[in-house]
T-cell receptor, first 115, second 111 residues
């Protein structure tokens, strides 16, 4: 099992450019999440999905979009990159949250710099 | 008030020391609780879940106090390899389906 795979690992964008951060998981988890982590800070939820075709906003969704066409994939789209979006982005997945103490598995992160 | 609050540290302790971290949460309906560990420039990984009765995993002990809405993590006999940031994580419940993370407490174990 590869677990949660994110690509790319690093990216530099110019202001106004767009890009898609890819995330895929091979654990057949229903729930997937996108978090961002600014230096010295905790993780803030951007978007999440409880299954294919269903997405919902988290704490900081502005400037981002997501889609969930399959169970495995949950890409995050930045349409007009801004310096405030410079951060480390983590994708995570989790199985059957009805069982309260299930673990969330994280990808290795994407370090994005907007200049 | 933040949903999950932690002392950011850093906690600088010598090898072999015992160190404790606390975390408070604001939502009394929160349903489950975790400690995650995050190494520098790496992804968070589950250290342990926190159960109402308290639980232990080797040198690590987690406690939950629902009445006071805080969670603790005790590390005994600290090792150099314990140096990391420890994230308090709460499942808020009430239909919310994502975990809420504290900002983390940084631990530096020194030789």
């Amino acid at each position: 099992n590869a677990g949660v795979t994110q690509t790319p690992k690093f990216r530099i964008l110019k202001i106004g450019q767009s890009m898609t951060l890819q995330c895929t998981q091979d654990m057949n988890h229903n729930y997937m999440y996108w978090y961002r982590q600014d230096p010295g800070m905790g993780l803030k939820l951007i978007y999440y999905s409880v299954g294919a075709g269903i997405t919902d906003k988290g704490e900081v969704p502005n400037g981002y979009n997501v889609s969930r066409s399959t169970t495995e994939d949950f890409p995050l789209r930045l349409e007009l990159a801004a310096p405030s979006q410079t951060s480390v982005y983590f994708c995570a997945s989790r199985h059957n949250p009805g069982q309260q103490n299930t673990e969330a598995f994280f990808g290795q992160g994407t370090r994005l710099t907007v200049v | 008030r933040k949903e999950v609050e932690q002392d950011p540290g850093p906690f600088n302790v010598p090898e072999g020391a015992t160190v404790a971290f606390n975390c408070t949460y604001s939502n009394s309906a929160s349903q489950s609780f975790f400690w995650y560990r995050q190494d520098c420039r790496k992804e968070p990984k589950l250290l342990m879940s926190v159960y109402s009765s308290g639980n232990e995993d080797g040198r690590f002990t987690a406690q939950l106090n629902r009445a006071s809405q805080y969670i603790s993590l005790l590390i005994r006999d600290s090792k150099l390899s314990d140096s990391a940031t420890y994230l308090c994580v709460v499942n808020p419940g009430e239909g919310r389906r994502a975990l809420t993370f504290g900002s983390g407490t940084r631990l530096q174990v020194q030789p």
